[in-house]
Nanobody, 123 residues
Framework: QVQLVESGGGLVQAGGSLRLSCAAS????????MGWFRQAPGKERESVTA????????YSTDSVKGRFTISRDNAKSTVYLQMNSLKPEDSAVYYC????????????????WGQGTQVTVSS
């Protein structure tokens, strides 16, 4: 199994930036499609962005397009989420997840999850 640990969350003012990291261990990161999800209080978990195993393809939900960028370094077993122009509505717990399938990922295939990191954007 692959284990995932997120880091980089915190408190930032609206318009600011944060970079989240997701460190993988236990299995080669290259085996997995990777995604970032978020869940705000009282809301369902939503898919934010995803990246193919090679990094050649990405997907982002409309609300973060042009602001968030997912990337990966398979040699370092790490996936990143660069978040710019943050808005209060981006506040949530952010989770990285791994899917051992092909691109594009079937949401049900995300079988491995990190513990999450809190992002809070103040207005």
């Amino acid at each position: 199994q692959v284990q995932l640990v997120e880091s980089g969350g915190g408190l930032v003012q609206a318009g600011g930036s944060l970079r989240l990291s997701c460190a993988a261990s236990g299995r080669p990161l290259s085996w997995y499609v990777m995604g970032w999800f978020r869940q705000a209080p009282g809301k369902e978990r939503e898919s934010v962005t995803a990246i193919s195993r090679s990094g050649g393809s990405t997907y982002s939900t409309d609300s973060v397009k042009g602001r968030f960028t997912i990337s990966r370094d398979n040699a370092k077993s790490t996936v990143y989420l660069q978040m710019n122009s943050l808005k209060p509505e981006d506040s949530a717990v952010y989770y990285c997840a791994a899917a051992p399938g092909s691109w594009p990922p079937n949401p049900a295939e995300y079988g491995y999850w990190g513990q999450g990191t809190q992002v809070t954007v103040s207005s």
